[in-house]
Every structure is written in C-alpha cells, then in structure tokens.
C-alpha cells in the first residue's frame, strides 16, 4: 500500500495494531501460565478478553472504512513478546519472574497507548469521529491496565522480588 495520504497511514497504522493484537492474544496464555502471583494472573486474563475486544474495535473500524485489518504484520510486538518469552525461558526466581513479566506487558502496554493514540488523533483530523470514540476507548483501557501493572508490581511484587 502506497502512504500518500493521511488516510493511507491511518489504515496502515490501524492494520499494525490489528497484528499487534492478535500477537498479544497468543502471548498471554502463556504469561498467565508463568507468572506465579494471583493478582497478576488476574490482570493478564482480564488484558487478554480486552484484547479480544480490542480486535473486534479495529475490525468494526476497518469495516467502516471498506478495508480488512489483515495483511501487515507488527514487527515492533513480535519483537517485545519475544522478550517476554526469552524471560519465562530464563526460568528466573518466581518472584522475579513476575516483576519481569510486569516490565514486559509494560513495554507492551506503552507501545499499544503509542499507536492508539496515534490512529485516535487520525481518526480526529480525518473526521471519522465515531471511530476516534472506539479508538480513545481502548487507549483508555490500556492506560488502565498500565496503571493496574504498576500498583500490583509496586505493592507487592516488587518488593517480594528484592528479597
């Protein structure tokens, strides 16, 4: 696809979370399955239906604008899982494994705000304001699980990981 407009980058962009998604869904199984602590078993599996929900937003996004979400594949997810997955194969101490784990779906969760930020302020200026709604919704559920991460590490995790 030639990016020659702002709408050209705005699809391209929406088809790169869609991939990026589609990997998170993969990757959580197994970071629930690794980390030890409860709260954050939790934490991943309710991340994990909201990336379900997440993928069906930017199916109803590219349906409205006559595209599919298919066909580009995140190579910068692909490769902030695969961090994740070096971590649990390291086969840390538990306590450990899970800060690391809360490190990795942060380097996740920071890089998933970037690009639905993005497409949101797209989606702005082109005017496709119901889509900028869906958009800013889930760039508000993933600063939430960002902050849910952090208070799980910070009141527990962490602190149980330097000992």
Do not use: W
Not at 7 to 12: H, R, T, V
Not at 27 to 54: C, N, V, Y
Not at 136 to 162: F, H, P, V, Y
């Amino acid at each position: 696809m030639e990016l020659d407009t702002l709408k050209d980058l705005y699809i391209e962009e929406l088809k790169d979370l869609y991939s990026a998604e589609n990997q998170i869904i993969k990757a959580l199984p197994k970071m629930i399955k690794a980390s030890g602590h409860s709260e954050l078993k939790r934490a991943f599996t309710k991340h994990l239906k909201q990336s379900e929900t997440h993928v069906k937003r930017l199916e109803k996004v590219c349906k409205q604008l006559g595209v599919s979400p298919k066909g580009k594949k995140c190579i910068g997810m692909e490769g902030l899982l695969k961090e994740g997955t070096e971590l649990i194969k390291e086969k840390p101490d538990e306590d450990v494994l899970d800060a690391g784990l809360i490190a990795s779906a942060q380097h996740v969760e920071h890089y998933e705000m970037a690009g639905y930020g993005c497409v949101r302020t797209y989606a702005r200026q082109l005017g496709y304001h119901d889509q900028a709604v869906l958009l800013q919704t889930t760039l508000d559920e993933e600063g939430d699980c960002d902050k849910l991460l952090t208070e799980i590490a910070e009141r527990s995790i962490n602190i149980q990981a330097e000992m």
